[in-house]
């Protein structure tokens, strides 16, 4: 599973960063995780607001930190 | 009700006197307190039930494919409003809306309005001053990213965009919605949005405390009148000075709010003070920095005059109504 999160490097985005890796390191999956703040990347996917969370190529979650329970299901899914 | 508990707490349960500045200052820290967390849960719990609807992705698609006779100016800068803005968004944004083929202008008027009115700053101002000197805030932040938009967007200021936000402007699509968010029924929706809401609660609840706390020890000591020897009513520099010492600083509406409190409340009248509160969270270094990432120098400097002469200006218009 592919995990990207496009930040612009703000508290909000470090702390989305951090939430991941806990959940990922819990659920012990296979996940690779890229943290991305490059603008024209994130225009390429057409991020409007970060924090932004897209895993394998779908945004999920945009603008706010979901927490630890809501990335479990977004990556179960 | 919340003044009881405060009273009760203070003058009952910690035994203060009544009389002196000490209680007076905790008394009011700890009314203060309950009501503006009350007040900002509520308030972003409403956004929050908005933003599920009509997120800003959304927003996009309603400015570019509809004949809105202007009116796309007080949309955007409505939603700018609505929106809870974390300043590192704006680059995104920003490019995204011209992406998407949204006029400069029009793009401006979101991008002035959102940090001016966030969820913090009317619960905070609600909590603080009351009804109608938060609608007076609120309509006159929107009103502001109208004006600027409208005005930035006569400039023709597409030139000094950075180079490669030009090509993606010329490249723009009038359609791109690639994302498909899931639709939730509302009642699935709103656990996760309360939550979201006690989140920000949590996460602000801190500068609530020291904004306060700050607040009520200058509220206890500062003598009436205190800042009137500086900033006086009759003084015809007021707003402009306080604007042009707002802009460098940066403060988000959480610790600014209790401040313009004892501005207020010692003597400072309401317009000169939502001047400043605007100036400070509206326009500071940091953000300038973040829009060199997009825009010259030179583009950055017009925005920034404009906003400043605009919160001037209201600052000017709401002493005199007020």
Same mark, same amino acid.
């Given at each position: ?19 991941? !890796?806990?959940?990922? =390191? ?10 991305? =703040? ?21 945004? @999920? ?17 | 009700?919340? !003044? !009881?508990?405060a009273d009760w707490l203070v003058y009952g349960l910690f035994?203060l006197?009544k009389?002196?500045?000490?209680a007076?200052?905790i008394n009011?820290?700890f ?132 180079? #490669? @936000? ?6 723009? !699509?009038?359609?791109?919605?690639? #994302? ?16 979201? =809401? #006690? ?10 405390? *020291? ?19 500086? *900033? =006086? ?25 209790? *401040? ?39 583009? *950055? ?22």
């Amino acid at each position: 599973m592919k995990i990207k999160i496009y930040s612009m490097g703000c508290a909000k985005c470090d702390r989305l960063y951090q939430i991941v !890796q806990e959940v990922v =390191s819990e659920l012990g999956c296979a996940c690779q995780i890229e943290k991305i =703040s490059d603008i024209k990347e994130m225009m390429k996917n057409d991020v409007l607001s970060t924090p932004a969370l897209v895993i394998d190529d779908k945004l @999920v979650c945009s603008g706010r930190v979901p927490d630890k329970e809501e990335i479990k299901k977004f990556l179960n899914k | 009700m919340i !003044q !009881q508990f405060a009273d009760w707490l203070v003058y009952g349960l910690f035994g203060l006197d009544k009389t002196t500045h000490l209680a007076q200052s905790i008394n009011f820290f700890f009314y203060d307190t309950v009501k503006i967390t009350i007040l900002l849960y509520l308030i972003s719990g409403l956004m929050g039930i908005v933003n599920a609807y009509f997120p800003v992705d959304r927003l996009r698609n309603f400015l570019n494919t509809r004949k809105l006779y202007g009116l796309e100016y007080f949309f955007a800068s409505l939603f700018g409003a609505i929106t809870p803005f974390c300043s590192c968004s704006s680059i995104p944004l920003f490019i995204g809306f011209i992406k998407g083929g949204i006029p400069l202008g029009v793009t401006f008027a979101f991008l002035i309005t959102s940090p001016l009115v966030n969820e913090i700053a009317v619960a905070m101002f609600l909590g603080v001053f009351g009804l109608k000197a938060t609608l007076l805030y609120v309509s006159s932040g929107i009103l502001l990213g109208m004006a600027g938009g409208f005005i930035l967007g006569k400039f023709k200021l597409e030139k000094y965009l950075d180079p #490669w @936000v030009v090509e993606i402007q010329k490249a723009s !699509q009038k359609e791109s919605e690639n #994302w498909q968010t899931e639709n939730l029924s509302f009642i699935k929706r709103l656990p996760q949005i309360l939550k979201d =809401s #006690w989140g920000i609660v949590k996460s602000v609840f801190i500068y609530i405390v *020291i904004g306060i706390g700050i607040g009520a020890a200058i509220h206890g000591f500062v003598p009436e009148g205190f800042f009137e020897q500086y *900033i =006086s009513k009759d003084n015809i520099f007021a707003v402009p000075i306080a604007v042009l010492l707002a802009v460098p600083m940066y403060a988000n509406a959480t610790s600014i709010v209790p *401040i313009v409190q004892v501005f207020v409340a010692k003597g400072i009248p309401l317009g000169t003070a939502i001047a400043f509160m605007m100036a400070v969270i509206g326009l500071s270094l940091p953000e300038a920095m973040l829009l060199k990432r997009v825009m010259t120098l030179k583009l *950055i400097m017009i925005f920034f005059t404009t906003v400043a002469l605009l919160i001037i200006f209201s600052g000017y218009l709401f002493n005199i109504i007020l």
